[in-house]
């Protein structure tokens, strides 16, 4: 059987942490930059404002998920049952929010995707400590 | 699934970290595995009996099958 390392022991995730970070914050600076702009500015200007924190987050993602694939396999088997917990809570907030939706109309400016998202982030991480909880 | 690894490793004075170097996974899964929370793969069971010269039933006892009211 052909043997092989399974993992890249200790891999240097700097990269990825600076991508993040990049991330986060052109993230809010789109969002401060759109609420100065105003609404007079062009429409494909505060698009491309929009748009432009996807750039890190993609390559954040990019490196995020070379991670994994370098990642021994109790690590990748952590990440799937992670995925198994987070995946349907967001279903679950998903539902709740177009049912409640059905039931009452909610502020947009307390409840759109904007605030939704970043509960997928939290349910992934409650999912990555229970899982990691399992195996240690 | 037990094991022997605990023993096996002790008995060549290797530590949990020197261990997960020789068989290229993390500590935690050495330890994981150890305490009987992770069964590993096959072809990390291998390299695990390949690393000690022994047999993957030598090392690895799986746990008596559940007894059931036969019909």
Redesign the interface.
Known sequence: ?Q?????E?KPDNRLQYVLCGVWILSYFAARLVLKAMGEPAAEWSRLAVALLPLVPFVLFLMTFIRSIRKA????R?VHLEALAIAFPLGLVLIMILALVQVAIPLNTDTWSYRHVWPFFFFFWLFGLTVARQ??? | MKNDLRVLRAERNWSQGELSDRLGVSRQTVNAIETGRYDPSLPLAFDIARLFARSIEDIFHPDPPVATDGA
């Not at chain 1, 043997?3 to 993992?7: L, P, Y």
């Open positions: 059987m043997s092989q390392s399974r993992t022991r021994d396999e109790l690590e088997k399992r195996y240690q």
